[in-house]
C-alpha cells in the first residue's frame, strides 16, 4: 500500500485509489481510463436521478466518463408506477445476462442476492412442461442480518412504519419485507402471470441465507393413479439443470446442509434435495357433462445461497465481466 500515492499493489498489478470526490459526477473517471464502474455503495439506486443531483446519482459516473454502470443491488426509484428508462436493465447472470445490450444499455442492475437464488430456483421448473403450469408461488428468505439493521435496539425515526427494522439485529428473528417477487418479474416477465407472495425473516447470523419457495402446480393423473409432479419429478429437474443448462450456477446436494456450509458457497443456489416435499388436493369442476376431478399439487423446496462473498459476489463477478467483454 502506498498512501502517499493513493495505490494498492496486488498480484504484480497497481491499483489506484481515488479517495477525494465521494459524488458520482465528480470522480475523475475520464483521468483514469475507467469504461465500466461496479457502485457497491448502495447510495444510489434510482436509475432515472439526474447525474447533477445533488446528492448523486448513478448517472453522475456516466457524466464523470464511464461508459456503462453496474449496480450491486436493485434499482429503486422515487417515480412510483414508471417504467425503468430505456437505457436501464435488470440482468441476472444465468438468466438473462445475453439481453445486455453495450449500443442501449448504460446502467444495470445485478439484482439482489435473494433474487439472484430464486431467479435460478425458478428457471429450471418454469423451463419444463412437467412444470410450467404454475398457479400460485410463495417465497420467503430465512436470511442473515445485513448492513441496513442496527447491531442494538435504536430510536425509530419520526413517522417509521415498521418498528421491527429499529431491533438489534443479532438479537432478534425479525420479519421484514422483501421485493424479490417484484425484482423478478424484470427479469423473467411470465413470473408476472402467476400470483407470487414473498417475505424475508432476519435472523442472528453473519451470512449464508435460505430460500423456501411454495409453489402450486395443475398436474395430470398418470395412469397408474399417482400424480405427474412428485418429489422424485422435482428432485430430477434441479439434479438435470445441475448438470446441464444451470451447471455451476445450480448445485444439487442430497446432504443434511447447514448455512454455515455454505459460507463461501460459488453456486447461486444449492438445492436441498433431501427437503423437497410435495402434497396433491383436488378441485371439482362442473362442467356441462358432470364433474371433473382436477388435481393441484402443491410443492416445498429448499435453495441454499451465500447472501454475501459467495454465491451473489460471484454472479456480480461474471456479470460485470460479461459487460465489460461487450464494451
Not at 432515472?48 to 443491488?73: I, T
Not at 436470511?143 to 427494522?165: C, E, F, N, W, Y
Not at 438445492?271 to 382436477?294: C, M, P, Q, S
Amino acid at each position: 500500500v502506498d498512501e502517499d500515492k493513493g495505490l494498492i499493489r496486488a498480484h504484480g498489478k497497481e491499483i489506484v485509489v481515488l479517495r477525494e470526490a465521494r459524488n458520482p459526477k465528480d470522480i475523475p473517471w475520464r483521468d483514469n481510463g475507467v469504461s465500466l464502474v461496479v457502485d457497491c455503495t448502495g447510495k444510489f439506486q434510482d436509475p432515472h436521478a439526474d447525474a447533477d443531483d445533488a446528492k448523486g446519482a448513478l448517472r453522475g459516473h456516466l457524466a464523470a466518463g464511464a461508459r456503462a454502470v453496474v449496480q450491486s443491488s436493485p434499482f429503486k426509484s422515487k417515480r412510483e408506477g414508471v417504467a425503468l428508462p430505456d437505457d436501464s436493465a435488470f440482468l441476472i447472470y444465468g438468466i438473462n445476462h445475453l439481453d445486455y445490450d453495450p449500443g442501449k444499455h448504460k446502467l444495470v442492475s445485478a439484482a439482489s442476492c435473494t433474487t439472484t437464488a430464486l431467479a435460478h430456483m425458478m428457471r429450471p421448473l418454469l423451463a419444463r412442461d412437467l412444470t410450467h403450469n404454475m398457479i400460485t408461488a410463495g417465497m420467503s428468505t430465512v436470511h442473515a442480518a445485513t448492513a441496513s439493521q442496527p447491531v442494538i435496539d435504536s430510536v425509530p425515526a419520526s413517522g417509521a412504519k415498521d418498528l421491527r427494522k429499529t431491533r438489534g439485529a443479532m438479537d432478534n428473528i425479525v420479519i421484514t419485507s422483501t421485493n424479490a417477487a417484484k425484482a423478478l418479474e424484470q427479469v423473467m416477465p411470465e413470473i408476472a402471470t402467476i400470483g407470487f407472495m414473498a417475505d424475508s425473516v432476519r435472523i442472528p447470523t453473519v451470512t449464508a441465507s435460505l430460500i423456501i419457495l411454495n409453489v402450486t402446480f395443475q398436474t395430470e393423473m398418470l395412469p397408474d393413479g399417482t400424480v405427474s409432479v412428485d418429489r422424485d419429478a422435482v428432485n430430477a429437474i434441479f439434479r438435470e439443470a445441475a448438470e446441464g443448462e444451470a451447471r455451476g450456477l445450480v448445485k444439487y446436494s442430497e446432504e443434511q446442509n447447514v448455512s454455515t456450509d455454505m459460507i463461501g458457497e460459488n453456486a447461486a443456489v444449492v438445492i436441498e434435495a433431501i427437503e423437497t416435499h410435495t402434497r396433491t388436493g383436488f378441485v371439482d369442476l362442473k362442467l356441462a357433462n358432470g364433474v371433473e376431478r382436477v388435481p393441484l399439487t402443491h410443492v416445498k423446496i429448499f435453495g441454499w445461497y451465500d447472501n454475501e462473498m459467495g454465491s451473489y459476489a460471484h454472479r456480480l463477478g461474471q456479470l460485470t465481466s460479461h459487460v465489460a467483454s461487450t464494451l
